[in-house]
């Protein structure tokens, strides 16, 4: 296990980079960045092909590839259906670039 | 394989970290976020690609075609779901990863003696098993596989208190003992407790209820990154954790909602609850051609699109509605409130689909100030969003939510399905107001109807 002072200090800063991160979203952004940040937790599947790769017992291999088709799912599907969403709102940026620029309140 | 050292391993899972905040970063800004998305795939890729270079594997050929008949089901799911169905799409997705993060755990728990670890992986179970169930359930309410209102049966909150209590108990001895049994007693009390949590939310404060279970996954995520000794997995479930929170917290307030009361309001009787008596006082019901005069010889109208609408997958209606319109020379705008549709920012996704212009589409602060100059406000499938009595009546469970204020405008038109009132189960004054007129019908129907009539003007 990682030294705990080390550990602390990185979930300390993560937290306080993920507070700042997303403090000032509009709320026309609230459902492309909820489904984003779950895209994100899909990197479980990191776990998941570790556990995968060292089982040994076939029960525990099956469980470890379970999770692993899970992982994917919510990784591989929770990018590609933020894509989708926010292609809409892309789209029409081009298309009149001054009007999105003066509404975003960025 | 280990191509890889431990120094570079480490550097690439850096890497991947800070895309995971770029692209939280990016998806905060309209003009970045596609990009941000884009930046975060890519650290998951980077991220996917240094566990296979650097972990030493077995089973490797197994590990692949697993990953490869995930993305074989998610793609497909992805590209084609339904614009109006994304809700419940990403709180599948959700879901899942919870599920998988809580395997992960149950898995890690014989490779290690020590209780910090062993604490780690109780909590990742869990959690993990709490935003598993809990998502089946909101999968189910969004599709109204079972009912958007408040579940309550008697004893609940006492069976809530002993899963709580059991809960603490089955991990306190999984931390004792290590004990697969009792891990999976801990498995199961997280599924019940996930069911139990979210059964009493109503439907319109699912929304916030996935937004919460997605913090959750992240927490689990983050857990498991102790578990595992995996830095990346820790920063990116606490990255997720934290802004989940954060992003929460603002989804509830623009709801002028607190998450406890949305979570367990229904157990004290209260707020979500609400009536579905309908009222028996008179309303001014109206049709089709009535409502296609209104607004075909107004100079300026208003459109305030709600749930219902989305419901109705009415979207492409009214955008063809406000086309018609456009083409009389009749000013149309959209009025969208922070909270329309199925999520928050959900209404502006489905009207960027339909193609309504994006500077046809007014933020309340923007559209509020107009209504006085505006001769018909048409409101489709809302309620509580244009409710008076968030301003009016304290106490009303809406009392304090930011409302669009409709009733300044020259005449009111609702398209509703019935007089039922809305999700905060309260009346709606307006309803009831001698300018304001009815037209009573699926929303999708009465558009198309209103539609025709308008094009024969």
Redesign the interface.
Known sequence: ??D?IT?LT??VL??????E????????????????????????????????????DPW??T????????????????????????????S??TN?PR???G??G? | MSVLGPGWTALFYLAAAVCFILALKGLSSPRTARRGNAIGATGALVAVLTVFLSAKLENIPLIIAAVAVGSAVAVPVARRVQMTQMPQLVALFNGVGGGAAALVAVLELGHSDDPWVRLAVAFTMLVGAVSFAGSAVTVGKLQELISTRPLLFPGMPVLMGAVVVGAVAAGGLVVATGSVGWALALLVLGLVAGLLLVLPVGGADVPIVISLLNAFTGLAVAASGIVLGNVLLLVAGTLVGASGTILTKVMAAAMGRGVTGIMFGAFRGGSTAGSTVQSDRPVRSSSPEDVAVQLGYAQRVVIVPGYGLAVAQGQHTIAELATALAARGVEVVFAIHPVAGRMPGHMNVLLAEANVPYEALKELEEANPEFPNTDVALIVGANDVVNPAAKSTPGAPIYGMPILEVAQAGQVVFLKRSMRPGFAGIENELLFDPKTTLLFGDAKDSLTRVLGAVKAL
């Not at chain 1, 993560?14 to 507070?19: D, L, N, P, S, T």
């Not at chain 1, 991160?21 to 940040?37: E, F, N, R």
């Open positions: 296990m990682m705990p550990l990185v979930v993560a937290v306080f980079v993920g507070f991160v997303v403090s000032k979203v509009t709320s026309k952004l609230h459902t492309p960045l909820m489904s984003g940040a779950n895209a994100i937790h899909g990197i479980i599947l990191v776990g998941a092909i570790i556990v995968a790769g060292q089982a040994s525990l291999l469980v470890a590839l379970i999770a692993v088709v899970l992982a994917t799912v919510n990784l591989v599907g929770g990018f590609v259906v933020t894509d989708r969403m926010l292609e809409m709102f892309g029409r940026k009149r009007a999105g620029a509404k975003d960025t």
